[in-house]
């Protein structure tokens, strides 16, 4: 079984400035796909950013980037110019590619992000 | 608007009560899913259903029923409900099984 982990229960920042989330997992499976979700006060689960694990370069949204490091098993997301809207929950999520959905996502605890005015 | 549409949005009920919450999509998706949201554990899946008139059980099952009787519904039921599975519910859904999921807004369930 795969196991996602975010180191961070909780992080703080100023408006404006660039933070980095972190995600590691674990898993023994070669093709799977990477998610971030964020879920804000009104509770609702936006997915962030995808990232495919055989592709090579990092996934970019506007605002959000990763970096995907495959061989350490590592998946940050990256917020650059934060904003007080950014404030929310971030969750990482692990899927395995081709399992016909038995499996789903997998989650993180979560990273509680605070940005201050 | 298309999405997802869970119902109710919350709920308090007695123990040993039987509860469905229903999950309605509108975007012809055939892949569907149930978590629950546990303070300081993430989502964690119930059951799933890669297409209409399949279901299987996820890696928290125990006390859940599912049925998909068509494309666009996907509800979970509770047969006798206790106070562990208070929790925040969602469902989710994928236009095949390996894509990206989109959430409804969640349901709060507290069993007393």
């Known amino acids: 079984a795969q196991t996602v982990t975010q180191s961070q229960p909780e992080m703080s920042v100023q408006e404006a400035e660039t933070v980095t989330l972190s995600c590691t997992y674990d898993?023994?499976?070669?093709?799977?796909?990477l998610f971030w979700y964020k879920q804000p006060p009104s509770r609702q689960m936006i997915l962030v950013i995808r990232?495919?694990?055989?592709?090579?370069q990092n996934a970019t949204e506007n605002r959000f980037s990763v970096n995907f490091q495959k061989a350490a098993k590592s998946f940050s997301l990256k917020i650059s110019d934060s904003q007080l809207g950014d404030t929310a929950m971030y969750f990482c999520?692990?899927?395995?590619?081709?399992?016909?959905?038995?499996?789903?996502?997998?989650f993180g605890k979560g990273t509680h992000l605070i940005i201050q005015p | 608007i298309a999405g997802i549409t869970q119902a109710p949005t919350s709920q308090i009920l007695a123990a040993g009560r039987r509860m469905t919450l229903r999950c309605t999509q509108d975007?012809?998706?055939?892949?569907m899913y149930w978590y629950r949201q546990d303070l300081g554990l993430g989502l964690r899946l119930i059951h799933y259903?890669?297409?209409?008139?399949?279901?299987g059980k996820g890696e928290v099952p125990d006390g859940y029923s599912v049925s998909r009787a068509n494309t666009d519904d996907f509800p979970l039921t509770l047969a006798s409900a206790v106070p562990s599975q208070t929790s925040v519910y969602f469902c989710?859904?994928?236009?095949?099984?390996?894509?990206?999921?989109?959430f409804g807004d969640g349901t709060r369930l507290s069993i007393l």
């Open positions: 989710a859904s994928s236009e095949q099984a390996d894509q990206p999921q989109h």
């Open positions: 898993t023994s499976e070669s093709n799977y796909y």
């Open positions: 990232q495919e694990a055989y592709k090579q």
């Open positions: 999520a692990f899927m395995k590619q081709g399992r016909g959905g038995a499996d789903g996502l997998t």
């Open positions: 975007m012809r998706h055939n892949a």
């Open positions: 259903s890669n297409t209409a008139g399949t279901t």
